[in-house]
């Protein structure tokens, strides 16, 4: 009955420790839930393994689920049964069901494609049975139920006879262990014997639920869990229970299963209060359930995956524990703290500064909130073993746990210190600067500086008098100020071009390598002391940009933070040395220097706390792999091979190509970039792919970066061009185009020769023509010189005929006056003689052809247009055309001027002119 009391008494002691432990929290490992709503399955995960790839692999009861780290995928059976077991071995994750086994392998797609194995097993032997666990052993892998089981070596599946109904297979270093719920626990050997390990029959009326090496250095030694009898320690044959005083409460919450891990913690998974890390020598380490932050209180199943990380099946959803993070977690699940913006350790006491007020623990006790503090704290500043609160509404002092206001003024958002003045330190407000002064050993408020009202979030002095400052809205500035500090002297603002900062809102102020350096959102600056004015910070700048500079005040210089958005990077001047996965507060006071080489981060929900002195960490940082391709136009998966590098056709330019880096954290992002193109990085959108279109004809390199990582990992992409640009395209192009140009050719020579001809025929026709222009201008010519000699014979016989009647008319008259002595017979010889020399008809005759001659066609045509034209008419016409005076006509026709007039006027009606019009210009124009 006395030990009955103790074992009651020790079970009570123990439960309050754990629900003290609940109610208060607890520094621990970092804790990652993944719920249903997140991978989309089934709430139960029977089983938990890990492939070769890093992927994790879950027996759902909806099928096998695997993720990546970026993405979850759920493959069903064919048969639609519930997946109860799973074991990953080499590229093959093997699965069990009710009455069937088989083997699941991803190709190059990133697609599983099912291989069942139950086709060859004797039906007999698995018709009903459900396989609850499958064990790798060496070469083997055995497929278990509760009364069967079968060993595989990847070409046949023996049975391997068991004495009973059994419990789970154990694999304890190289050991295979089994319980038979008849007589105990054996071991199965390689040739498949099977050993009844002496003393063990006390187990034969317990359900085993785990069977570990003894944790610690005892050899041979076996930790024993049961389902409803505690847990036990087997040694030298025996079994005795493993801290009694917890046997009640191991009982009560039933523990499900356990597991050694490498680093030597003991796991025990519960049914009714989560999970239990004890250290090596047995000393409760953490203990995660629904209280501190694990979504469900019920473990399935447990594994350890190949970076030391404890994954949780449970009954509703599955979680991962970084067990051996030196980074420890406080989770805030009740939100008891709020946002945490700043932390310090002052007087043993660790301070928590939130946007609900400001909260102080001692080791093991609650989180209290400091009287009179509630509101905004944004800053905890240790100086001198003093501890200053820059809060929203003033500052405060903190002394004995208990704050009082030494400052009224508002928003007390940062302190900053002058070189060369232990005795005065400055601090930024809503309102501007305020000073403050050590008197007495103590620091108090001065006084506000005059000059500036603009609200300062950030300030840094490098000289005494120069104050650079930041605010939320309003940029970055520097202040001169006097040598008292109560009067700014000088504003100059650099926000704008002119300035060199091109951004001004929300402006990230710090000082690197003793220079200034301003972050705008997307590009860091540092002030050019020449030029006077900022410029780009080129290393800053280098690869991913996305971080903020956050340094520890009072740690060492050499070490430095880039906060990112998802992860924080620490630096070592400018080698990154450590990459922490948590995603921090990125306010100016998210990091802070607690205690020795302790840091500790603020964090959304709580806080985590880094050992500069243990800087390790299980889960290393691995490079992005590439999961597959996606066409977006067909919607087909395109092959990767190792080489990553892909040569696709001109209707697949238009892409999702899928990444993951099995790395299991949260709020992971990622940026990319396409070269040639641009050298700007770009944010993925979606966390586990990025997509390209309408990718033109080329070779690119597709890059694509972890944020917090410098090494980005690269697709090589060639996209050929379309079948109308193709190399036979081409050619086809070139063949058509030559043989074009040969029949153009051929066309144009033949065409070339047809003009060749042509123009000789043409040049032979303008030879005939130029010919016969000549013979015509010769005729035109002789015409002429037959008109010339026609018009000087004309003028000829006109003056002989009127000099020889002349001469007759003055011998008749000289004849008739007898003042002569002429006779009868002279008279008449010479009388016959004139007669003679007058024109007679024959001239008459000759003058009248050679007339005829030259002016035919004047003529011809003149008779044609004018038909009531006598010959007479058409001579005078001639005369007039030959532009002889009516003197010189008249003789032709033997008639007087007179005469001729009429004959002139006659001609003038018949050819229908007025008297004002002229008949030699009228015949010069009739052709």
């Known amino acids: 009955m006395q030990r009955l009391s103790s074992q ?3 079970y009570f002691i123990w439960t309050m420790l754990l629900l003290a432990g609940a109610v208060r929290g607890q520094h621990g490992p970092a804790l990652v839930n993944y719920t249903v709503a997140q991978y989309n399955a089934h709430n139960q995960n029977w089983s938990v393994t890990q492939s070769e790839d890093h992927t994790i692999h879950s027996a759902n009861t909806d099928g096998l689920l695997s993720f990546n780290g970026n993405e979850w995928q759920l493959n069903r059976l064919p048969s639609g049964k519930i997946v109860r077991s799973v074991c990953a071995a080499g590229d093959r994750i093997y699965v069990g069901a009710y009455a069937e086994i088989g083997y699941w392998q991803k190709d190059k797609c990133g697609n599983y494609k099912y291989t069942e194995l139950t086709p060859a097993v004797s039906a007999a032997w698995i018709e009903k049975e459900e396989i609850w666990n499958i064990v790798r052993s060496g070469k083997n892998i055995y497929f278990q139920s509760f009364s069967l089981l079968l060993k595989y070596d990847g070409n046949r599946l023996e049975k391997v006879g068991l004495p009973g109904s059994i419990m789970f297979l154990h694999q304890v270093d190289s050991r295979l262990l089994i319980q038979s719920l008849s007589f105990g626990i054996y071991e199965i050997f390689n040739d498949d014997h099977i050993e009844l390990l002496k003393g063990t029959e006390f187990f034969a009326d317990k359900i085993v639920t785990g069977i570990t090496p003894m944790p610690g250095k005892m050899k041979q030694a076996l930790l024993i869990t049961t389902s409803r009898h505690g847990v036990f320690s087997f040694s030298d044959h025996k079994a005795s229970h493993w801290h009694p005083e917890m046997t009640g409460y191991f009982v009560d919450v ?4 356990s597991l050694l891990t490498k680093g030597g913690l003991l796991v025990l998974g519960t049914i009714r209060d989560g999970v239990l890390l004890f250290s090596a020598d047995g000393q409760l380490q953490h203990h995660f359930h629904t209280a501190n932050g694990l979504q469900n209180n019920t473990v399935i199943s447990m594994y350890e995956d190949l970076d030391g990380q404890l994954w949780l099946g449970l009954d509703r ?4 524990v970084r067990i051996h993070d030196s980074t420890q977690y406080y989770s805030d699940v009740a939100g008891t703290l709020g946002t945490v913006y700043t932390m310090a350790m002052h007087e043993n006491q660790l301070y928590v500064g939130t946007n609900q007020g400001l909260y102080k623990s001692v080791a093991g006790s609650y989180f209290s909130l400091v009287k009179g503090t509630q509101g905004q704290v944004w800053q905890l500043f240790h100086v001198d073993d003093q501890l200053l609160c820059g809060h929203n509404e003033g500052t405060f002092s903190i002394i004995g746990g208990n704050a009082s206001r030494i400052s009224p003024v508002t928003g007390g958002w940062f302190f900053g210190g002058i070189p060369g003045r232990s005795d005065v330190l400055l601090q930024g407000t809503y309102t501007g600067l305020a000073v403050f002064r050590k008197r007495v050993g103590k620091w108090v408020f001065s006084h506000k500086v005059e000059g500036y009202t603009q609200p300062i979030k950030k300030l ?16 970055v500035a520097l202040l001169t100020l006097d040598a008292t500090f109560t009067q700014v002297l000088k504003v100059r603002d650099f926000s704008g071009q002119q300035g060199g900062l091109p951004q001004h809102l929300n402006a ?7 220079q200034i350096a301003v972050y705008d959102g997307t590009t860091y600056f540092t002030f050019d002391t020449t030029e006077l004015k900022f410029r780009e910070f080129s290393w800053l700048n280098e690869g991913n940009a996305d971080f903020l500079i956050r340094k520890i005040h009072g740690a060492h210089q050499n070490d430095w933070f880039k906060v990112f958005a998802d992860s924080i990077v620490w630096m070592k001047g400018r080698t990154r040395f450590q990459l922490i996965p948590l995603k921090g507060n990125r306010d100016y006071h998210g990091i802070a220097r607690l205690a020795d080489s302790q840091v500790g981060f603020s964090l959304n929900e709580g806080y985590a706390v880094l050992d500069l002195a243990h800087p390790e960490w299980s889960a290393k940082e691995r490079p992005l792999q590439w999961s597959r391709v996606i066409s977006s136009t067909t919607g087909s998966c395109i092959p990767l091979d190792d080489s990553r590098s892909l040569e696709l056709p001109f209707e697949e330019n238009s892409l999702k190509i899928y990444f993951y880096d099995a790395l299991f954290t949260f709020g992971k992002s990622y940026k990319y970039r396409i070269k040639p193109g641009s050298d700007n990085w770009k944010t993925c959108t979606s966390g586990g792919y990025t997509e390209l279109t309408n990718l033109s004809p080329g070779s690119y390199e597709i890059e694509v970066l972890r944020m917090g990582s410098n090494t980005p990992t690269t697709l090589y992409l060639t996209i050929l061009p379309p079948w109308y640009l193709s190399s036979w395209a081409i050619l086809i192009y070139l063949v058509a185009i030559g043989s074009l140009a040969f029949w153009m050719i051929r066309l144009f020579n033949r065409r070339l020769m047809r003009e060749k ?9 303008i030879l005939r023509e130029h010919k016969i222009r000549m013979e015509n201008d010769r005729l035109v010519q002789d015409n002429l010189m037959k008109s010339r000699e026609l018009a000087n014979a004309t003028m000829h016989l006109v003056q002989k005929n009127t000099l020889l009647q002349d001469i007759k008319d003055e011998i008749t008259a000289i004849r008739k006056t007898g003042d002569h002595v002429l006779t009868a017979r002279d008279f008449q010889l010479i009388m016959r003689q004139i007669n003679d020399n007058l024109t007679v008809q024959e001239d008459k005759n000759l003058f009248d052809q050679s007339f005829e001659d030259v002016h035919a066609p004047f003529l011809k045509k003149l008779k044609a247009d004018f038909p009531s034209l006598s010959p007479a008419d058409l001579q005078l016409a001639a005369y007039i055309r030959m532009n002889l005076a009516s003197k010189e006509i008249a003789p032709l026709f033997n008639i007087s001027l007179r005469g001729l007039e009429n004959k ?3 001609l003038r009606k018949k050819l229908g002119l007025s008297n004002d019009d002229s008949l030699s210009d009228f015949f010069l124009t009739h052709e």
């Open 317 to 320: 959803g599955i979680s991962v």
């Open 757 to 765: 001809q042509r123009l000789e025929l043409e040049n032979d026709r």
């Open 904 to 906: 002139r006027y006659r």
């Open 460 to 475: 840094i002095c490098q000289k005494p008098g120069q104050v650079w400052v930041a605010g939320p809205n309003t940029g």
């Open 254 to 257: 039933q523990i499900n299963h």
């Open 508 to 514: 990230d102020l710090a000082e690197f390598e003793g």
């Open 8 to 10: 009651a008494y020790g």
